[in-house]
């Protein structure tokens, strides 16, 4: 049969909205292939996460075992999934391309001797599906041939699954790992904490750029901003290239592609890497001194102003307003 296993990253037994979309769309494919979607989670202990996403319309959930598979190793975690496909004899196996997710599906790829179509927008009726190319500036039709197919999903691109009533049956497996192929080694990991939303889940995106000119001005000029409006911050490529900031805040093509509802871009030319990353927003708002900045082409709402002296206004305003 048809079917298709989706990889549901999950962190801290919690599934974020990533996750989701992935699962809606291995439901599409299974819809127009005539298969089934089934969701896998690696990694001991993982009974509340399987019971968890068993509710969003899978057919099934398989649980991965292994201690091994506790924390994320590529070279494990794509042998165990490489095991399992193949033992199922599932058609297509499919992520969101998040870092987890660019980070095992080619190994996995690599594995299967399979094709791969990355960060795909569209699944057609054929079977084909749709990615973008230089930017998104071109959209390519891609056929995958052989009997399994990898494919990673835009997060940006499909709705998340909802939850249903009926809950899908759980199916513990042992997963066939190769000590002997496995070279990776956990040590640590270090979670950054922050009472901000995280930038592919947020509803509000505040991003800055090199007009900001330092990190200082990140801090004392458009971190007001991002908190009066409670949303996440981002940052283009130049600005994290300069230092003012960590690249996990990143927002751009080589960063995260996000399509919040509200995105504000603040002294961000718009390069076509950054506009890459957040042109699929639902309202785009610049703020650039230079009207000619390409970041007005896709902003529904452009200010040409000082971002130094219309922030802090922006803010004093928003204070008058909620106070």
């Known amino acids: 049969m048809a079917d298709v296993l989706v990889y549901a990253e999950h962190q801290g ?10 699962v809606n769309a291995g439901l599409e494919v299974a819809r127009k292939r005539g298969g089934n979607c089934i969701a896998v989670i690696m990694g001991e202990g993982a009974d509340a996460a399987a ?9 099934k959930v398989i649980v991965l075992e292994d201690s091994r598979l506790e924390h994320h190793l590529a070279d494990a975690a794509a042998q165990a999934l490489a095991g399992l496909t193949k033992n199922s004899g599932a058609e297509t196996v499919l992520a969101t391309a998040t870092a987890l997710g660019k980070d095992l599906m080619p190994r996995l790829a690599a594995r299967l001797n399979a094709p791969m179509a990355s960060e795909i927008i ?4 054929d079977g084909t599906f749709v990615r973008p190319m230089y930017a998104g500036n071109a959209l390519a039709t891609i056929e995958l041939e052989g009997p399994v197919r990898v494919v990673t999903v835009r997060g940006t691109a499909f709705d998340a699954a909802k939850a249903t009533e009926a809950a899908a049956p759980i199916e513990k497996v042992k997963a066939e790992l190769d000590a002997a192929g496995l070279k990776m080694e956990f040590v640590s990991f270090n979670a950054i904490k922050s009472d901000r939303p995280q930038l592919t889940e947020a509803r509000i995106i505040v991003s800055g750029g090199r007009g900001l000119k330092s990190g200082e001005n990140f801090k004392t000029v458009l971190e007001p901003l991002v908190d009066e409006m409670g949303a996440a911050m981002g940052a283009s490529r130049a600005a994290v290239d300069a230092g003012f900031v960590p690249n996990d805040l990143q927002v751009g093509q080589t960063g995260k592609v996000v399509a919040p509802e509200l995105y504000v871009a603040v002294g961000i030319s ?8 957040m042109k699929d927003s639902k309202t785009i708002v610049a703020i650039n001194k230079d009207e000619e900045a390409p970041i007005f082409s896709v902003a529904d709402y452009g200010l040409v102003a000082d971002l130094f002296k219309a922030v802090p206004e922006m803010v004093e305003a928003m204070k008058k307003i909620k106070h």
Do not use: C, M, R, W
């Not at 996403?53 to 057919?59: F, L, R, T």
């Not at 569209?122 to 009726?125: G, S, V």
């Not at 718009?270 to 990353?277: E, K, N, P, S, V």
């Open 13 to 22: 037994g919690h599934f974020p909205k990533t996750t989701l979309i992935a």
């Open 270 to 277: 718009g390069a076509i890497q950054h506009l890459a990353g």
């Open 122 to 125: 569209a699944i057609n009726d």
């Open 51 to 59: 019971a968890e996403i068993a509710k969003y319309g899978v057919s």
